[in-house]
């Protein structure tokens, strides 16, 4: 039998049983920063299996501490899952769907921590290598900034790590299929709220008003120019009015003082981030002065883009084919425009983030979705790339060191 498929072998032996954590997760979703049962469960199973545990790490995160036993070695790798669920109401009507009203796993959390448990599982049994493996458990992934919280509770100076990786879940993909690309995997997130102040009046006599309603449509239309007509055609960039709020949908002959928009900026490089925010701030000048009134623009930079160093993309892929043949694998994954937090870390250390393909989308089980559920056939697969990953890292002899802060 080869050192593959003895790993995968081993690791469908754990299914059944962290299969039965994955879903008592899932039954018992918790949201961002609140995830004191799943982190509690968490620790508890690292203890039984041996493994050094520090919990609150960035309020409700854990982090699992295994050294290996093969030699002495300063090398050491960060692995990463998130445990937060969203609040969604669950429609599945699984046997363990989530028992609380409008929380639920849509986005497969669960599954990532059951990933990352059947790889400590099969590593703590298995220490035959030199150097560290950190497990990280993060919280409040979706929006609320956990990786950061993590850092700035010392993740990287409590826990040195020279590589970082991470894995999420991809319904586009058929099961077992990996996908990662060199460079970019998800763009930066920002928002933004424009404020539109005019002068309300009577909708008869719209001479008498400084009317915001009209100037806020010149400005969404303006605004849908910037990518267009601004951004390079070989960059990526997304500008989305997503709200508008007016005025009092009863009062169909009053001109409202104030319209306020919101929406996102998507963009993959700073530069690009840069032209768009500047841009915007000079059309919400150039309508303000154009309709007589104030515009005033707030935008926020929520969470960088997330960028794989090249050298771990590559090992990414070359450990899937490894593992699942060259066939599996997706080596330039198209990036997505939606966002995320581990991000942060690779701004503070260099590595990878991949899609572990599970199925569903072409039934309607997509991410944030209602109807969605983790598909748990995969989490050896996904174990399998974190333990040969690891493996294949600590085995090397050099270490480079990237500081992208």
Known sequence: MTPQKSLLTELYSL??????????????????FQELATAALVA???RQLDIEVHEQVGKTGVVG??????????????LRADMDALPIHEQTQLPYQSTIAGQMHACGHDGHTAVLLATAAYLAKHRDFAGTVHFIFQPAEEGLGGAQAMIDEGLFTRFPCDVIFALHNWPSLPPGHIGVNPGPMMAAADSFTVTVKGHGGHGAHPYLSKDPVVASAQLITALQTIVARNVHP?????????????????????????????????????????????????ICDGIAATFDMTIQLDYQKLFPA???TPEYAELVARTATEL???????ANLIP?????DFSFMLRQRPGAYFRLGQGGAEQGRVLHNA???????VIPQGAAMFVRIAQNFLAQTTTTTLNLG
């Open 65 to 78: 501490v295994l050294k290996g036993t093969a030699g002495i070695s300063a090398r050491s790798i960060g």
């Open 44 to 46: 508890d199973y690292l």
């Open 234 to 282: 070989f960059e990526s960039a997304v500008v989305t009015v997503s709200a508008m709020q007016a005025g009092n949908i009863q009062a169909f002959s009053v001109i409202p003082d104030v319209v306020i928009l919101c929406g996102t900026v998507r963009t993959f490089s700073d530069k690009v981030q840069a032209q768009i925010m500047q841009r915007m701030q000079q």
């Open 324 to 330: 699942f043949g060259a066939d599996q694998v997706d």
């Open 336 to 340: 997505s425009m939606g966002a995320e």
């Open 15 to 32: 299914l059944p049983e962290i299969q039965g954590i994955r879903q008592r997760i899932h039954a018992h979703p918790e949201l961002g």
């Open 306 to 308: 997330t960028i794989n």
């Open 371 to 377: 109807n969605f559920d983790f598909n748990d056939a």
